[in-house]
């Protein structure tokens, strides 16, 4: 089993930038894929980014050039830097993991991230 604990969310003006965090427990080690996804009122949940075990990282198109999605392997940590961020930016963000980066099973309870113009 696994935990997800994400944090770093907040309310910013359009143009500014967060830091999402998520901390990861557990039988991490099985996992090939963390990522990042968001899901806002009425829209369905949508992938934002993802890193795999050897550094691979893919992003929506609309976040490209604006987030960056890393991780630090000894504090099993995932980040989410975001820049730039804009209204439709406004989501709950969740931290997952995938056994590999097309499938993710295991969910932190989110983070919710607001911007207003």
């Known amino acids: 089993q696994v935990q997800l604990v994400e944090s770093g969310g907040g309310s910013v003006q359009a143009g500014g930038s967060l830091r999402l965090s998520c901390a990861a427990s557990?039988?991490?080690?099985?996992?090939?894929?963390m990522g990042w996804f968001r899901q806002a009122p009425g829209k369905e949940r949508e992938r934002v980014a993802s890193i795999s075990n050897d550094g691979g990282t893919s992003y929506a198109d609309s976040v490209k050039g604006r987030f960056t999605i890393s991780k630090d392997n000894p504090k099993n940590t995932l980040y989410l830097q975001m820049n730039s961020l804009k209204p439709e930016d406004t989501a709950m963000y969740y931290c997952?993991?995938?056994?590999?980066?097309?499938?993710?099973?295991?969910w932190g309870q989110g983070t919710q991230v607001t911007v207003s113009s």
């Open positions: 997952a993991l995938g056994r590999w980066c097309g499938a993710f099973g295991d």
């Open positions: 557990g039988d991490t080690y099985t996992y090939y894929c």
